[in-house]
């Protein structure tokens, strides 16, 4: 298992080389745009700007987020990716409404693209260096359980998709000579961005609110306090939600009230290793109940007082 250190180098080197790619995207489709005076290749270029500030704020909040707890934040740094989310789906919302609004006066003006060619070339090479990208980025998004990461991952997978439209886009026009299907391309691109930022923002939204965890990871929390105590124990109050890559759980345990504290915490500490074991990242607080039940009417009493 690799150390926090270890973790925080592999999160940061990532959310760099986001940066990089991204940086040369911009370059070449916002060149090749004004160049062809192709308005889905300049808003391709606008897209990868987005890419590119979210490579930035994924850096930042990568960064900020995988800092240990400390005296102001008592619960770790996680609610910095879900910030960056947030942020990072309003600039997006921002691009596409330029995009839409560039898109419509091109179809108004009936503006031609000139050397589609350079454009068919750019978007071909967007689609393939982003593709390779995304893939890392999600790799190493969920090795490390980052939000922010995965949202930049999920930003070049749809430009990929968007280049690739552009790229179909742009062949039609040279064949067909209808340049009003660049526009058009243009708003196919606008559209697939405010999907994503709905989404983003709907994920960042759920962490930020402290929405519980997944019913499959509660799921999997139940069945391993009960794997742990059996019969002997029963539990209630189970809260959980997520901060960036923290996952934190509390619940109530009721155990046998004969029951030494020692022995009570060493079953707690069993829990806890065994939880963190399938859900890295996890914080437990239990809160150790007695039973109140009369031993002498209880049909588990022999099981607790380890008779059975």
């Not at 994924?58 to 879900?82: C, L, Q």
């Not at 919302?93 to 839409?100: D, E, N, Q, W």
């Not at 968007?162 to 790229?167: C, E, K, L, P």
Request: hydrophobic share 45%.
């Amino acid at each position: 298992m690799t150390s926090s250190e270890d973790m925080r180098r592999e999160l940061i080197f990532a959310a760099k080389f986001s940066i990089y790619s991204n940086s040369i995207l911009v370059a070449l489709k916002l060149t090749v745009g004004l160049f062809t005076m192709s308005i889905s290749v300049i808003s391709e270029a606008v897209h990868s700007g987005t890419d590119l500030l979210a490579a930035f704020i994924a850096n930042y909040s990568v960064r900020k987020s995988t800092r240990p707890a400390d005296d102001t934040h008592k619960f770790g740094h996680g609610k910095y990716e879900s910030l960056s989310g947030a942020i990072e789906a309003t600039l997006i919302l921002v691009a596409a409404g330029i995009i839409i609004y560039e898109s419509i006066w091109k179809l108004i003006e009936h503006s031609e693209v000139q050397i589609i060619e350079a454009g068919i070339f750019v978007m071909g090479i967007s689609a393939l260096l982003n593709f390779f990208v995304s893939r890392y980025l999600m790799r190493i998004a969920k090795k490390h359980n980052s939000l922010a990461l995965e949202a930049d991952a999920l930003h070049l997978k749809t430009d990929v998709w968007t280049s690739i439209g552009v790229f179909a886009g742009l062949i039609v026009v040279r064949v067909t000579n209808i340049n009003e299907i660049d526009p058009l391309a243009a708003l196919f691109v606008a559209a697939i961005i405010i999907h994503a930022a709905l989404m983003l923002t709907r994920r960042s939204t759920i962490e930020l609110l402290d929405h519980s965890l997944t019913q499959e990871e509660e799921r999997i929390i139940l069945a391993t306090i009960k794997e742990v105590v059996g019969e002997m124990a029963s539990y209630h109050g189970l809260r959980t939600r997520r901060s960036g890559r923290d996952r934190f759980v509390d619940f109530h345990l009721v155990v046998p009230k004969h029951l030494e504290v020692i022995t009570a915490h060493a079953v707690c500490d069993k829990i806890e290793i065994r939880v963190k074991e399938k859900l890295p990242f996890s914080n437990l607080t239990i809160h150790i109940e007695p039973c109140i039940e009369d031993c002498a009417q209880c049909q588990i009493a022999s099981i607790c007082k380890g008779e059975g």
